[in-house]
């Protein structure tokens, strides 16, 4: 039996300002539950998620979007940016997201986060 290797569809990066980003919070009411779901909002333990850690999650969903092309019509809440135990960042979609996803044939997504010097970044790659 024979397998496909893995093949690159789509690599987004994507920078915010985390001091613009969490003014534009809190001039906007809603803005936040608007682009995160709860999940992401809240650490485990119920406390407000940092800006900063707001403004990586941000980078990767804008970061997820161009990996699949920037199409319109993608919902904020249908991309979750989550650590996992191990401190690896993931994405899980559905949804919009996933409905575009699965077009272009993405299995699984690589997810890198970092936030210094005042600016959050991400890179997402998908792969089919």
Do not use: N
């Amino acid at each position: 039996m024979c397998h496909a290797e893995p093949v690159i569809i789509g690599v987004g990066i994507d920078v915010a300002e985390i001091e613009r980003f969490g003014a534009a919070l809190e001039r906007t009411p809603g803005m936040a539950e608007r682009l995160f779901v709860e999940s992401e909002l809240l650490l485990p333990g119920g406390e407000r998620r940092g800006v900063a850690s707001l403004a990586a999650r941000f980078a990767a969903k804008e970061a997820l979007a161009k990996a699949l092309g920037a199409p319109a019509g993608l919902r904020w809440t249908d991309a979750e940016v989550y650590v996992e135990a191990s401190g690896q960042p993931r994405v899980r979609v559905t949804g919009t997201v996933a409905e575009r996803a699965s077009v272009l044939g993405v299995r699984s997504w690589h997810v890198s986060l970092s936030h210094d010097a005042g600016v959050a970044s991400a890179v997402v790659v998908a792969e089919g």
